[in-house]
């Protein structure tokens, strides 16, 4: 009898169950069973399934015509012959130690229970787990839901052990239908003595690339929705009878989540949706705490409103104004010592309408640029997406921050008000933005000779004051928006480098430079740029990439003649983008790292072969590539 039986259900992912079943095979914990369930693939994965099981008889294949994933759970289930269960998706991996760390966890506790952090697979890309991060930030033992409530976003199936007497116990089975893993994995929860949590990652929740492929990337289809909606009844129902103080946090979490699905699906199925799921979408929502209905923000909170009342062409409506950026509610405060703050809009309640915990600093810049030697600055400061006519005038100040040592340089500080403004957003679509215009001037003469020598990095901040209000933060924009950064400037022996970092930061660099870029455009397909080195030592330099996500490297050639250096990269030759957005920094490599700094003010963007590449700035004024 083995210790552990590992349950593999798949449908038609040739491509991912062959790196799936190998992770498997390769844990460090061997004494295991692998029970594959194909349920009713089309395609050749049943065939890689099976030539695996020659060379390897713990792995077993049963096959079922197509019934959907629950059914092949179960299946899988009834004929597992381990202590402890697991369940892995035909499409994910595992990484090798992961069993072998929650079997030994629950054999030293003797907790029902052991589940661990995740990491999303996209391409060979790993990056953290939004909905696990937090929850799995330190181990912990023997503890339980209750006690740890972050664990409500813990409802996936395959990132634990479960201890098969305590499965049986519970008479734990699946649902036959989509989004059968949530009220399984929260009735463990809730219904185990002990869980043990571990903040090692276990398991790697694969991102697909084909559109269309899996249940996540169907989540607006009818019989998708009703699925997921019939999930979180159930789920809902469980924590009501067995967890009634974890009801709040799950609300929160389907609010913001689940809603927002079914707000866009119900939105685009025209003036006649399916009666049924309205139903069950009012059926969950009258349930709510008025305590989860403000957790969140505004705007969403009035769609869902709409929706709760069966509104739907006023949703629709809502939902379009909110897509385009136009639904932006006149606030105002009441109250003397302790100020509230409301938005108003005529199709949700006053009950529903308190924004104190929404208003925000949101800082941008529409220019910046130097002045005979001073750098000047125009931007605008909005309090989140409101329309702010009566605030009338706020107090705005600006300054710079030493990060290291919390040094400040005030640049200005006056009252203004409001004022309607067209922002162009990334996508090229004019959105109306009511925002506090704000101007500022930097003089270098302003850092003493020490602040020059720290070469430390200084962040752009902006506060607005007034009416009970006190909100400040950085200034920040999209990277790939204007305006352009200017060059760096020189003093006393020390580069003055405006910047903005990967998350639109604007900030002051304060560095020296062993080489600098003088020339950066891009060619007929190929980044070129050139420059001059300070000390071009014995060897030959090379110029490297490296990807800032996971640290992959790309090198190619760099010229010399004396001090100038040329270099020329074909960007066709760049490795595929890995998520959204992948960065390259800019490296001369000889023997060691040189960061060039990039004293031209030309930010060029290229597109090559359907890929759009933008030449920019990193947060220390060295050369990045970045493609999106």
């Given at each position: 009898?083995?210790?552990?039986?590992?349950?593999?259900?798949?449908?038609?992912?040739?491509?991912?169950?062959?790196?799936?079943?190998?992770?498997?095979?390769?844990?460090?914990?061997?004494?295991?069973?692998?029970?594959?369930?194909?349920?009713?693939?089309?395609?050749?994965?049943?065939?890689?399934?099976?030539?695996?099981?020659?060379?390897?008889?713990?792995?077993?294949?049963?096959r079922q015509r197509n019934q959907g994933v629950g059914r092949a759970r179960n299946v899988g289930v009834s004929r597992a012959l381990g202590r402890y269960l697991?369940?892995?998706?035909?499409?994910?991996?595992?990484?090798?130690?992961?069993?072998?760390?929650?079997?030994?966890?629950?054999?030293?506790?003797?907790?029902?229970?052991?589940?661990?952090?995740?990491?999303?697979?996209?391409?060979?890309?790993?990056?953290?787990?939004?909905?696990?991060?937090?929850?799995?930030?330190?181990?912990?033992?023997?503890?339980?839901?209750?006690?740890?409530?972050?664990?409500?976003?813990d409802r996936m199936l395959w990132n634990k052990v479960y201890r098969r007497s305590f499965w049986d116990r519970l008479g734990l089975s699946f649902p036959e239908?989509?989004?059968?893993?949530?009220?399984?994995?929260?009735?463990?929860?809730?219904?185990?003595?002990?869980?043990?949590?571990?903040?090692?990652?276990?398991?790697?929740?694969?991102?697909?690339?084909?559109?269309?492929?899996?249940?996540?990337?169907?989540?607006?289809?009818?019989?998708?929705?009703?699925?997921?909606?019939?999930?979180?009844?159930?789920?809902?129902?469980?924590?009501?009878?067995?967890?009634?103080?974890?009801?709040?946090?799950?609300?929160?979490?389907?609010?913001?989540?689940?809603?927002?699905?079914?707000?866009?699906?119900?939105?685009?199925?025209?003036?006649?949706?399916?009666?049924?799921?309205?139903?069950?979408?009012?059926?969950?929502?009258?349930?709510?705490?008025?305590?989860?209905?403000?957790?969140?923000?505004?705007?969403?909170?009035?769609?869902?409103?709409?929706?709760?009342r069966r509104r739907l062409d006023e949703l629709a409506d809502a939902f379009d104004q909110a897509r385009a950026g136009r639904l932006q509610p006149r606030i105002?405060?009441?109250?003397?010592?302790?100020?509230?703050?409301?938005?108003?809009?005529?199709?949700?309640?006053?009950?529903?309408?308190?924004?104190?915990?929404?208003?925000?600093?949101?800082?941008?810049?529409?220019?910046?640029?130097?002045?005979?030697?001073?750098?000047?600055?125009?931007?605008?400061?909005?309090?989140?997406?409101?329309?702010?006519?009566?605030?009338?005038?706020?107090?705005?100040?600006?300054?710079?921050?030493?990060?290291?040592?919390?040094?400040?340089?005030?640049?200005?500080?006056?009252?203004?008000?409001?004022?309607?403004?067209?922002?162009?957003?990334?996508?090229?679509?004019?959105?109306?933005?009511?925002?506090?215009?704000?101007?500022?001037?930097?003089?270098?003469?302003?850092?003493?000779?020490?602040?020059?020598?720290?070469?430390?990095?200084?962040?752009?901040?902006?506060?607005?004051?007034?009416?009970?209000?006190?909100?400040?933060?950085?200034?920040?924009?999209?990277?790939?928006?204007?305006?352009?950064?200017?060059?760096?400037?020189?003093?006393?022996?020390?580069?003055?480098?405006?910047?903005?970092?990967?998350?639109?930061?604007?900030?002051?660099?304060?560095?020296?430079?062993?080489?600098?870029?003088?020339?950066?455009?891009?060619?007929?397909?190929?980044?070129?740029?050139?420059?001059?080195?300070?000390?071009?030592?014995?060897?030959?330099?090379?110029?490297?990439?490296?990807?800032?996500?996971?640290?992959?490297?790309?090198?190619?050639?760099?010229?010399?003649?004396?001090?100038?250096?040329?270099?020329?990269?074909?960007?066709?030759?760049?490795?595929?983008?890995?998520?959204?957005?992948?960065?390259?920094?800019?490296?001369?490599?000889?023997?060691?790292?040189?960061?060039?700094?990039?004293?031209?003010?030309?930010?060029?963007?290229?597109?090559?072969?359907?890929?759009?590449?933008?030449?920019?700035?990193?947060?220390?004024?060295?050369?990045?590539?970045?493609?999106?």
């Amino acid at each position: 009898m083995p210790v552990l039986s590992v349950i593999v259900p798949f449908y038609n992912v040739e491509k991912y169950v062959g790196p799936c079943l190998d992770s498997v095979t390769a844990q460090m914990m061997t004494d295991l069973e692998v029970i594959c369930v194909d349920d009713g693939s089309s395609d050749g994965g049943p065939d890689l399934v099976l030539a695996r099981q020659a060379d390897d008889p713990r792995i077993s294949l049963v096959r079922q015509r197509n019934q959907g994933v629950g059914r092949a759970r179960n299946v899988g289930v009834s004929r597992a012959l381990g202590r402890y269960l697991a369940f892995v998706d035909g499409d994910d991996t595992v990484p090798r130690d992961a069993f072998r760390r929650l079997v030994s966890s629950l054999e030293s506790t003797g907790s029902d229970l052991a589940c661990g952090n995740v990491m999303r697979l996209h391409n060979n890309l790993l990056v953290p787990s939004w909905a696990h991060r937090q929850a799995f930030a330190k181990p912990m033992e023997a503890t339980h839901i209750t006690r740890h409530p972050l664990l409500i976003r813990d409802r996936m199936l395959w990132n634990k052990v479960y201890r098969r007497s305590f499965w049986d116990r519970l008479g734990l089975s699946f649902p036959e239908r989509m989004y059968e893993d949530q009220p399984v994995a929260m009735a463990a929860h809730v219904g185990a003595r002990s869980v043990d949590v571990l903040a090692r990652v276990v398991y790697h929740w694969r991102q697909r690339d084909e559109p269309g492929t899996s249940i996540t990337q169907r989540c607006l289809e009818p019989g998708n929705l009703r699925d997921r909606l019939l999930s979180v009844l159930e789920t809902s129902a469980l924590l009501e009878r067995g967890a009634p103080k974890l009801k709040p946090d799950f609300d929160r979490d389907t609010l913001d989540i689940d809603m927002a699905v079914a707000v866009e699906a119900v939105a685009a199925m025209g003036p006649a949706p399916d009666p049924e799921l309205i139903d069950l979408i009012v059926r969950y929502l009258d349930g709510v705490s008025r305590e989860a209905w403000h957790s969140i923000p505004f705007e969403h909170r009035l769609q869902v409103h709409l929706l709760h009342r069966r509104r739907l062409d006023e949703l629709a409506d809502a939902f379009d104004q909110a897509r385009a950026g136009r639904l932006q509610p006149r606030i105002s405060a009441t109250g003397v010592v302790r100020k509230r703050w409301y938005g108003h809009h005529p199709w949700l309640p006053a009950d529903l309408s308190e924004v104190s915990d929404e208003l925000g600093l949101v800082a941008r810049l529409v220019s910046l640029e130097w002045r005979d030697g001073v750098l000047t600055g125009v931007g605008r400061a909005a309090v989140g997406r409101f329309d702010m006519a009566e605030l009338r005038r706020l107090r705005v100040r600006v300054w710079m921050r030493e990060r290291k040592t919390g040094d400040v340089v005030r640049l200005s500080a006056a009252e203004a008000t409001p004022t309607w403004e067209s922002v162009e957003q990334e996508d090229g679509v004019p959105v109306a933005e009511h925002a506090f215009p704000f101007r500022f001037a930097f003089d270098p003469a302003m850092l003493s000779p020490a602040q020059l020598a720290r070469c430390g990095h200084w962040d752009l901040r902006v506060q607005l004051r007034g009416y009970g209000l006190k909100l400040d933060g950085r200034v920040a924009g999209p990277r790939w928006s204007p305006p352009l950064i200017p060059a760096p400037r020189r003093r006393a022996g020390v580069w003055l480098v405006p910047v903005r970092n990967h998350r639109g930061v604007w900030g002051l660099r304060l560095r020296t430079a062993q080489a600098v870029i003088g020339e950066c455009r891009v060619d007929d397909g190929d980044l070129v740029f050139s420059g001059e080195i300070s000390d071009v030592g014995d060897g030959d330099p090379v110029l490297r990439l490296r990807r800032k996500s996971d640290g992959e490297e790309m090198y190619f050639p760099v010229e010399l003649a004396g001090r100038d250096f040329h270099a020329r990269v074909p960007l066709a030759d760049i490795d595929e983008s890995v998520g959204t957005e992948s960065c390259w920094e800019v490296v001369i490599d000889q023997g060691k790292p040189i960061r060039p700094l990039v004293r031209t003010r030309q930010r060029p963007v290229a597109t090559v072969a359907d890929r759009r590449f933008l030449v920019d700035r990193a947060e220390d004024g060295c050369l990045l590539l970045a493609e999106r």
